[in-house]
Each structure stands twice: as C-alpha cells, then as structure tokens.
C-alpha cells in the first residue's frame, strides 16, 4: 500500500516516550457522570466478556481483545498501539475483522513497515483501562465509538493528571452522521468541559505540525467519509502542545478497510498517513 514512498522528513531516529510518566498510582471506582446520550454499560457486556484466565475481553463477532501490560524493563522499550477501554461505549468499535481488517492490527503493521517507529506488535488488539495502575506507562491512547461515555469522578481526575502528565489522547468519532451532528462528539466535548473546565477545543488548521510530522498534508482528506461541516481536527492544547486530538471523520474505519468516501484509495492513503503523523507526533513532544 505504501511501497517506496519515503517519509516526509526523511527521520530516521527511533521514537520512544513510553518511560515518560511511569509509576503513577490507581484509582479507585466511584458513582459515574452518566452522559445524556449514553444508555447503561451492562448493553454491551453481552458481546464482550472478560476472560479472568486470560485476563482479555472475547466476543464471537470480536475475536480476542487483550489487556496489555508493559514491560518491567525500561530498555528497549517500543511502541504500543493501545486502545483506551472506556466506560459507558463502544469502545472496541472497528477491533474486528468485519471490512478488510481489524483497524488496530492493520495500522500497527503500516506504522512498523513505513515509519521508524520502533513498534511492538501484537496477535489481537490490545486495551487499557483509566483504572490501570500502568495507564502512566503509555504516551499515546486511541480511543474511538458511536454513542458517548459516562466517567465517574476518578476516571475524570485520572484523564487530567494523564494528559497534564505529558500524555496524548487520540479521539475519535466512528460515525460523525448519528443524529446530524455525531453522538461522540458531543460527548467527547461535555467530557473534556468536566476534565479541563478552563479549556475548550480550538480548531486546528493545517499548518499545525500534527500534519506534518511525517507526511506532508496541505489538503484535509478524512478518513472514511468527509462530511461538512465536520471536515476538520479539533484539539486541546497545553501552550503550544496538543494533548487531545479529535478526529471527526474517522481514521480507523479507513484503516479498517472501508469504503471511503468522496475520494477512494487516495483517502484510505491520507488516513494512514495522519494516523502515523499523529503517533509521531505524540511521540515526540
């Protein structure tokens, strides 16, 4: 798919910053802040139930979803692509091989082959929780779903200290359509209002580096479907350091090998390269 084609600044330096806020302790459950659009958690336990022995979430329409844990060892230490486990969602939407390819796999096989990226990869998807005492050991969390979350008041206190901490979070709304206007994204605004009340998403324009990291992009492509007005980024940003980036035309249904629409094959092309400036980018700030 991307054969040949070199990377926009020509880095050849390994990126790593998962050491970068170790050590962090856990939290404990609370009452949830339900979010208006969210119905009860327990709707989606039915496909997804966890495996203690195995210590992963399985589903027959889903296949194996694994908790990951980091390494002890600090050295050598790779890149993971983790997806953050939420409450009161779809969290795991796109994790099957329902298109072409599961998303999660097939962009951490694209990232590893065209970038520098020292990538550790993986038999099945891998998640973490806010309540992981190891949630401090990631630099990058993909987060994507259709109809909202529902954080309780720990989750909320632990998503700040994260992103304050030096953290990234790369959001995601999977089908911008529901209800003209998206469901996540509006949740994901109400979220980030509790989490940093003195902030607010400011839109990203195209000169900003997340598009340049690695891949030149002066033309916003999309992911799977391009749809006004939603057809920009938004961010929450610490000075000049994104910290949430939120992606209204969904990347990972292009990397899940959806149709993708107004442009074909050259949009699935730019989805893959903003999900590998946006990694590189996360590590590397």
Known sequence: M?????LANGTSRRLSRRSFIK???????SALIADRFVPSSEAFTEYLPYDPARDAHYGFRYGWIQHHRPSLDATGEKFVFVRLKYPGGDWYTNIIDYYRWPSDLKFTEILAQETSIDVERHEHPQYVSLDDPELFAYPFLFMTGHIGVSFSDDDVRKLREYLERGGFL??????IRLDYGGRMRP???RLMKQVFPEKKFERLDLSHPIYHTLYKHNEYMGGDKLIPPYDFDEAILFDDRIAVYFCPSDLNCAWEGRPCEPAGEEQRRWAYEQGMNVVAY???R
């Open 2 to 6: 991307f054969k040949g084609k070199p």
């Open 23 to 29: 050590g962090a302790a856990g939290v404990t459950a």
């Open 170 to 175: 790369h959001v995601e709304d999977c089908d």
């Open 187 to 189: 949740a994901i605004h």
């Open 282 to 284: 996360a590590l590397s």
